[in-house]
C-alpha cells in the first residue's frame, strides 16, 4: 500500500465522519421542528483493485438517508387546525406557484384569505364537496383545492332532501269529510307537524304536514306552505298543498307498503324529495322519531371541525353545519426514497414510486387527529451518542493520515 493511498483513506473517513456529524447537527437543531424526519448517515465500502504484493487501500462512500417512514410522537395543541397523522399518509400541500408536494408537518392556521397554510408557506390542499359528493383522483393531483374555510360565508343552500319518520297511530279514528282542503276552513285531520325548509335565497319555508286517517290501514299525506296559513294558523290555505299522496301499511306489521317518497316543490326553491320510508303504523301515540331537511339560510362560519376521516366540517352561526371539503392523503411506495425538500416536504422521485391519494381511514392511510401535532422523530439523546461515536472515528481516522504523514516525512528523509 503506498502511504499515499494510506493518507487519501484516512481522508476518505474524516470526510465520512464530517458529514455523519453534520447530519447529528441537523437532527439537533430540527428536534423541535414539527413534522421533521431524521437525517442517518448511511456508509458504504469502495474498493480499490489490487495486484499480488500491493494492497491499494480504498475508501468509505457516506448516503445520507432520511426516515420518511418513521412517525413521530404526537402531542395535543389549543388549535383546531393543527393536525397529525396517527399511521400512513402525508397531507397534500402546495406552494405559491401550485406545486404540490407531501408533508407531516400539519401546524396549519388561516390566512388573511381564509386558507390553511403551515409555518413553512404551504397551503393544505383537499377536494371540495359539492352536493354532498367528492370527485377525487386516485394518481395524481388534479382536483385538489386549497382548502378556504372563509370560501362559503353568507352563501344560502337550498334545501334538496330530507328524512321525516313518524309513528301513525294504528287505533286512530278515520276523519270525516271534509278531508284538509286549502279552501275549507272545517278541513279535518288526525295530526300535524311542521318542517322548516330553505329556498334558493336561503329564506325559511315552514311546511305543515298534515296526515289524515282515510280507512283502515290507508292515510293521506298533505303539505302546505305555512306562509298561505289563515289568521288562526290554519285551514283555509291562501293556496293548494304543495303536494299530496296516500300511503298504505301492512295490516300485520304495520309497515309501509306504497311508496315512501314525496316530492315537494319547495316556492322559489328546489324540489324537495322527503323520505318518509321509515314511518309505521303501530298502536300508541302520533309520534315524530326523525325530522331532518338539508339546506341552510345565509350565514356566517363560526368555526370549524375536522374529522378523523378528513372531513371538513364548518359550523354555522346560524347552528347549521356543512362539510365543505375532504383532506387528502397521499402515500408512495417507498416514502424513505422520496426527494426531502426545505420546508418539511417530500417530493415523489423515481426511486420511491409514483403518489397514490386516498382518505383517511381507508385504503391503508392512518386517521387524522385534530388539535394536534406530530412531532420530530429526532431523539437529542440518540443524537448525543452518535456525535460521541462519530468525534472518536473522526480522531481514529485523523491517527492514521497522521500516521501516514510521519512515515511521509521518514521517506523523505531517507536521501538527507
Known amino acids: 500500500m503506498s502511504l499515499y493511498g494510506m493518507m487519501r483513506t484516512g481522508v476518505s473517513g474524516m470526510n465520512a465522519q464530517v458529514n455523519r456529524l453534520s447530519a447529528v447537527a441537523e437532527n439537533i437543531a430540527n428536534a423541535s421542528t414539527v413534522g421533521y424526519k431524521r437525517a442517518s448517515t448511511q456508509f458504504s465500502s469502495l474498493v480499490l483493485s489490487s495486484s499480488e504484493g500491493q494492497y491499494n487501500s480504498g475508501s468509505v462512500k457516506t448516503d445520507v438517508r432520511y426516515g420518511i417512514s418513521d412517525q413521530g410522537g404526537i402531542r395535543s395543541t389549543a388549535s383546531s387546525t393543527d393536525l397529525a397523522i396517527d399511521g400512513n399518509g402525508f397531507f397534500v400541500v402546495s406552494n405559491a406557484d401550485g406545486t404540490s408536494y407531501l408533508t407531516r408537518a400539519g401546524s396549519f392556521v388561516k390566512d388573511s384569505v381564509g386558507n390553511l397554510v403551515n409555518t413553512s408557506g404551504y397551503y393544505l390542499m383537499g377536494y371540495p364537496v359539492v352536493d354532498g359528493q367528492v370527485n377525487t383522483v386516485a394518481n395524481g393531483f388534479q382536483g385538489l383545492e386549497k382548502i378556504n374555510i372563509d370560501q362559503m360565508d353568507l352563501v344560502a343552500d337550498p334545501s334538496r332532501t330530507g328524512k321525516f319518520t313518524v309513528n301513525l297511530p294504528a287505533n286512530a279514528e278515520i276523519v270525516a269529510a271534509p278531508l284538509p282542503a286549502a279552501n275549507d276552513v272545517a278541513s279535518q285531520y288526525t295530526a300535524k307537524t311542521s318542517l322548516v325548509s330553505y329556498d334558493n335565497l336561503g329564506n325559511p319555508v315552514v311546511l305543515d304536514v298534515y296526515f289524515s286517517k282515510t280507512a283502515d290501514n290507508e292515510w293521506q299525506v298533505a303539505v302546505y306552505d305555512s306562509a298561505g296559513r289563515a289568521a288562526n294558523g290554519g285551514f283555509p290555505y291562501a293556496s293548494a298543498p304543495l303536494t299530496t ?172
Open 245 to 416: 299522496s296516500t300511503m298504505t301499511f301492512d295490516a300485520t306489521t304495520g309497515a309501509l307498503t306504497s311508496a315512501g317518497n314525496l316530492a315537494i316543490a319547495i316556492p322559489n326553491g328546489q324540489t324537495l324529495d322527503l323520505d318518509l320510508s321509515a314511518t309505521k303504523q303501530l298502536a300508541g301515540d302520533y309520534t315524530v322519531y326523525e325530522a331532518n331537511i338539508d339546506g341552510r339560510s345565509p350565514s356566517a362560519i363560526e368555526s370549524v371541525d375536522i374529522g378523523a376521516d378528513g372531513s371538513v366540517v364548518a359550523r354555522y352561526e346560524n347552528g347549521t353545519q356543512r362539510e365543505i371539503y375532504r383532506i387528502a392523503l397521499g402515500n408512495v411506495a417507498s416514502p424513505d426514497q422520496m426527494d426531502v425538500l426545505s420546508g418539511n416536504v417530500f417530493a415523489p422521485s423515481g426511486k420511491s414510486g409514483d403518489v397514490q391519494l386516498g382518505f383517511p381511514n381507508s385504503g391503508g392511510m392512518g386517521s387524522i387527529s385534530s388539535g394536534a401535532l406530530e412531532e420530530s422523530n429526532a431523539d437529542i439523546a440518540e443524537e448525543l451518542t452518535e456525535m460521541i461515536e462519530a468525534q472518536r472515528s473522526y480522531t481514529a481516522n485523523s491517527k492514521a493520515f497522521q500516521t501516514g504523514a510521519d512515515l511521509m516525512d521518514v521517506l523523505v528523509n531517507l536521501k538527507r
